[in-house]
């Protein structure tokens, strides 16, 4: 079947000029004139070309009729399938309505026999509160209530003395304590005026410099440019002793070495 498709949707024709020259012989054998073997071998081929034609507008017009009836043969069984679940739904529906009306019935029972059990109910009354008798004191017992009987001028004076003496001794404990210094490091960048400064001389110059707060640490040679290396050096210092403004100016002083100083970096300790 799939073979006489593919002939069918064939649009390539080969063999036109012979297929030409035998329908040509068929119609002048169909009007009388005499035809050559050729020709009568050429309207065979017509012939059984028309033939093969005929065979495949067979074939398809079956292929077709198949088709359908497969086609109407799933709607049918699909048809069927939905009207046994419309069955089953309405078999659901009706057990579920049964069963609520049972429900329904059910309860009108149970109101029923309890209406008349709530009526044969006593409502028992709650006996009145008696209020507790206020009695009469005499003017000896407010004279009684009038007499501080804990003593409260002494607790007072004792509490007092205690914490007072707890106050002292925080103040002791805090005074033996040492203050938190803050403290900072500082990377400085010391830059001399060219490459024939003595950078040996200038460090020595830079670590000259002392006051109370400043701790100078390791330093090491970078080079800038063109043969000149700069100085950078670290050190700490306390906050509240030594500023970055008087290290500097301190630095700077040292004019035959220091062309100029920068920090190059500052952390909190």
Known sequence: MSG???LAQENIWFDKSRYDEAE???YEGANGIPQTS?????SAILQDIAKARQNIQQSLAGSQNAS???DQSELVSRLKSLELDNKNLHRVVDDLRATLSKLESRMATLEKTQAPATKGVTVIKAAPVQKPKVEEHNGADDEDDDIDLFG???ED???ERIKAERVKEYSQRKAKKPALIAKSSILLDVKPWDDETDMSKLEECVRSVQMDGLLWGASKLVPVGY???KLQINCVVEDDKV???ILEEEITQFEDYVQSVDIAAFNKI
């Not at 050729?38 to 050429?42: I, L, Y």
């Open 38 to 42: 050729q020709e009568r071998d050429a």
């Open 243 to 245: 500023g970055t403004d």
């Open 24 to 26: 040509r012989c068929f």
């Open 157 to 159: 004076e004792e509490a």
């Open 152 to 154: 409260s001028d002494e």
């Open 4 to 6: 006489l498709q593919g």
């Open 68 to 70: 359908k009836s497969e």
């Open 227 to 229: 043969g000149i290396k």
